[in-house]
Every structure is written in C-alpha cells, then in structure tokens.
C-alpha cells in the first residue's frame, strides 16, 4: 500500500501536465506558430550577388517568433478607422468619383475577400509562344543593385542618417504629419539629381493643409503624349497615422518601393523608350489614398493618354518558398487583366525567379494608390508580396518593420518583373 500511494500521485501529476500542454495548444490561433527553439538564420533563398547575410534574406528567427497578425481589425493596434476628431479628408478634397480608402480590418488587404474567393478559378494565362528575351532589357537588369537597395532602406527607415543640402538627420519616421516626411522627400529628389534626372514637387491640399507628391518623368522619344505610370507611397505608419508618429521605419511598407523606383529609373533611363514613363512617389497614402487620389484627379482633368498604371507597394518580404508574387487587378477592372498578363508572360519570357499569381479578387480594392487611377476608368495593377492570412508580413505597420525582416534576393527579382513590363508597356519594340 505504501509503495502504490506514490505511484498513484505521480500518474495524477502526469496526468494533469498532458491535459495542460492540450488545452494550451488548443488554445493558439489558428495558424498561430509554435514557440521556436531553433533560432538558426535560415534565408528562405539565395543569391549570388548577395554580399552579406542581411541581404541574401529575412532573419528567419525574427520572421517565426514575431506575434500572429490580425488581418481582422480585432487588435486595435491596426484599426486603422479615423478616430472622431482627427484631421482626415473632406470629400470636396477629391473628385465624387473615388470611393475612399477601405479601413475594413485596418489592413491592406481584406481577409474575407481573400478566403472567400481562396478557390476560385482564375482565368487561364497563355504563357506559350514567347519571344527571346530582349537584350536591352537583361541588360538593363544589371541596373538593379542590392546594396544599394539594401542602403537606401536603411537610410529610408532611420538606421543610417540621411545628409540633405548638408544637413544629417535619422529619417525615424516618414509620418505624412512628421518634418522628417519633408526630409525624405529631399532625400529622394537627392537620388534622382545623382542620376542625372528632375524630380518636381507637385502639391496638393487636404483640407487647406499643402502637401506634395513627387513627380520624375522619362520623357518618350517617338509618342511622348503617351504615359505610363509607375507609382510607389513614400509615408509610412507604425499603426497610428493620424497623429505624428515619432517611430515609424515602414522598410517593407514602402520603402521598398521607394527604393524600388530608384533602381527602375536607372534600369529605364537609357532605353530610349517611345512613350513618356512617369514616376510618382505618393504621400498621404496611409490616411487615405490622399496623394493618389489629388494625383490621378489632375491626370483625368488634364486629358492625359494614360497606358496603364503600376503600383508597387510592399514588395520585400517573402519568409516562404516559391518567391510568389501577387498581381491585383481587382477583377479585369477596366480591362486591367491584361495587365496581369503581361506580367506572367514577362516572368516566365526573362526567367525571373517569382510565382506570379492572378488574385483574381476585390482583396486590395480602395487600398493602395492604385485605386484613384482605376477610379477614373485607366488600367492599374498594384503589383505586391504575397497578402493571405499566412503569407503577410507579421511586422506590417510596427515599430519591427525594418530592413533584417526584408528579403532582399526576392525584391530585385520583383523590380526586373516591372521594368520588363514597364519597358513594354512604353512600346520598347
């Protein structure tokens, strides 16, 4: 008897820390990821002109143990709904034509637009019949620098300091309410004076408050009245974009794009392309689409012959295999589809290493400055990284969305797929 007593409680405290360790896992969200262990860097690819660890990926043990995002709006970090009382657009601002932005969820995309169309089938792409590969453009590919992306990001989201008209300054945030936004923006016209390139502020206003896009254009040399439009946002928020937010890197979120255009304009400036490339670096898009909507108001008023439009926002993280790439077209609006298909073929014509996927949904619909150009009835394409529930990037509109969770090997295989296609759409024949 004595000696079954303690057996007896031992198999009770057995027991008891199973059905524990149970319900403990029962409890984790769903898609919820287990605690790590392994805290090894893992890049999640390669590339051989990556030049130290930072660049060839994502910090893996950084990606894995940063919390679930909530693409639901439940945590009130990213309920991005403007707060009663704080400076936001009047509708007389725009043209009756934009719908506003979509704060549903406070995300960048809408999850339930995603999961609900999650099996849809998606209209068949015909990537057949290619031509070779155009040497100028596998030329031009060679434009396209991962240090210097990697520096420019850094510099964009304040880990290194920024020298403007010979002022040093650390770019914490770039917060469309913050001095450092305007800092920024010197920083950028910077870039393109290096290149040889004008950069010309073009203002708007909110409410009576005077704001600036930035406009770069590459003039075309056989049908200049033809445009193409590429466009990037240079804000950025950590969570909080109706207020001055004193931290807010957004290396992801969108200083990748910013950086992106950089590497664009060197990889198109050259080209001789036929039609007029003009770059745009939008403000105000983290509280409304602002810059984007003022933006496209003047294009449609001034009778421009508008292409197409591309959007590149967000398009460094990827912390899973295949280096997909999301193509959204909001459903073929106004013919855009043929977008999407351009960008299918031009992957696969190049041999550019990224899965490109036809949303084929409204996921990111009145979501990125894309939507003011589709608003008035042009082709547009927000051209982004991967945004499903188990795909996105967890550091989204934090204080963590710095460079070390960017991977940068799948940033320049995104920028070749826009300067393909950005190339073709300018009519380079």
Known sequence: M??????????????????????SN???PTGALPPVEDTQRQPTTTNADATDSDAVGPDTSILVAAPVHSHDGLDQGHDHTPPEGTFAADESDFHPVHHGKNWKGGCKFDPAEVRRTRNFATPKID????????????????????????????????????????????????????????????????????????????????????????????????????????????????????GNEKVAPGAD???????????????LKDLDLPFTVRLIHFTGEEQGLWGSYAYSDKVAAAKVDVVAMVEIDMISYCAKPGNRLDIHDDIDQNGSHELTVRFFRAIKRYGINLTPVDTHNNAVKD???????????????????????????????????????????????????????VAELADLK
């Not at 057996?7 to 405290?13: C, S, T, Y």
């Open 127 to 242: 990537t057949s019949n290619l031509p070779a590969p155009d040497a100028r453009i596998v030329n031009a590919f060679k434009s396209i620098d991962i240090a210097r992306i990697k520096d420019t990001m850094l510099k964009l989201s304040g880990e290194l300091p920024v020298t403007v008209a010979g002022v040093t300054s650390t770019l914490a945030t770039r917060n469309t309410h913050s001095k450092e936004l305007d800092i920024a923006m010197g920083f950028v016209e910077a870039q393109y004076a290096a290149m040889g390139l004008k950069s010309v502020r073009d203002p708007y206003t909110v409410r009576g408050k005077k704001l600036n896009n930035l406009i770069i254009e590459l003039p075309g040399k056989t049908n200049p009245s033809r445009v193409v439009f590429v466009g990037a946002h240079l804000d950025s928020t950590a969570g909080s974009p109706w």
């Open 26 to 28: 029962k409890s984790r």
């Open 2 to 23: 004595h000696t079954i007593i303690p057996l007896l409680l031992l198999a009770a405290v057995v027991f008891l820390v199973v059905r524990s360790r149970r319900n």
């Open 253 to 267: 979120d969108d200083g990748s794009g910013t950086a992106g255009m950089f590497e664009l304009a060197r990889a």
């Open 367 to 421: 979501r990125s400055d894309h939507a003011g150009f589709l608003d008035h009835g042009y082709k547009a394409v927000l051209v982004s990284e991967e945004f499903t529930d188990d795909g996105f990037n967890p550091n989204y509109h934090t204080v963590n969305d710095r460079v070390k969770n960017c991977n940068l090997p799948y940033m320049v295989e995104v920028l070749k797929a826009v300067t393909a296609v």
